[in-house]
T-cell receptor, first 114, second 113 residues
Framework: KNQVEQSPQSLIILEGKNCTLQ??????????LRWYKQDTGRGPVSLTI?????NTKSNGRYTATLDADTKQSSLHITASQLSDSASYIC?????????????FGRGTQLTVWP | EADIYQTPRYLVIGTGKKITLECSQT?????MYWYQQDPGMELHLIHY???????EKGDLSSESTVSRIRTEHFPLTLESARPSHTSQYLC????????????FGSGTQLSVL
């Protein structure tokens, strides 16, 4: 069964600290892995997209890594800011159909305290 | 900044009412999607369209219907709303060649009393 599991479910950190969010998936055949940021009451916004051949991708203070062998990804946030408080969603795409189906995780709820 | 718009942002209605959730995008994307999201849960695809006059049901069984008469417009309709339809509805679009980025609207939070 194709699944995307994220950990932790929630996380609280102090402003200025770093943190790492985890994503494990069983989606096969694998095509791509995406990280989205979703503010409360808003739609998700794309942070990074990686394919099988990419190990790391950065977007400002956000750095995503991918290990396609172990089917794991992480999102590292550097020097956190209050505006980083949001849900971070891991999404994995397959290449087994013309739809290019996407499987969504439940997200990690990050809270940054001053 | 994504140019995809959803209206209304919030809607509270009574059981049995017919409602239409609007979604429009100005990016010229061929592909559009409707997702349903409950608090703390993953997004579920309920409808998608690959172009004008093309609509398909997604993974999650839904009593809603969609239409795609114009490229930029992808409305979702519930003929008779029920409390079980209470949820957040997110519209998205994608386009271009290669690995396509999904752009989401801000969502419609629907509450059926």
């Amino acid at each position: 069964k194709n699944q995307v599991e994220q950990s932790p479910q929630s996380l609280i950190i102090l402003e200025g600290k770093n943190c790492t969010l985890q994503c494990n998936y069983t989606v096969s055949p694998f095509s791509n892995l995406r990280w989205y940021k979703q503010d409360t009451g808003r739609g998700p916004v794309s942070l990074t997209i990686m394919t099988f051949s990419e190990n790391t991708k950065s977007n400002g203070r956000y750095t995503a890594t991918l290990d396609a062998d172990t089917k794991q990804s992480s999102l590292h946030i550097t020097a956190s800011q209050l505006s980083d408080s949001a849900s971070y969603i891991c999404v994995v795409g397959d290449r087994g159909s013309t739809l290019g189906r996407l499987y969504f995780g439940r997200g990690t709820q990050l809270t940054v305290w001053p | 900044e994504a140019d995809i718009y959803q209206t209304p942002r919030y809607l509270v209605i009574g059981t049995g009412k017919k409602i239409t959730l609007e979604c429009s995008q100005t990016m010229g994307h061929d592909k559009m999607y409707w997702y349903q999201q409950d608090p703390g849960m993953e997004l579920h695809l309920i409808h998608y369209s690959y172009g004008v006059n093309s609509t398909e049901k997604g993974d999650l069984s839904s009593e809603s219907t969609v239409s795609r008469i114009r490229t930029e417009h992808f409305p979702l309709t519930l003929e008779s709303a029920r409390p079980s339809h209470t949820s957040q509805y997110l519209c998205a679009s994608s386009g271009g060649q290669g690995l396509e980025k999904l752009f989401f609207g801000s969502g419609t939070q629907l509450s059926v009393l």
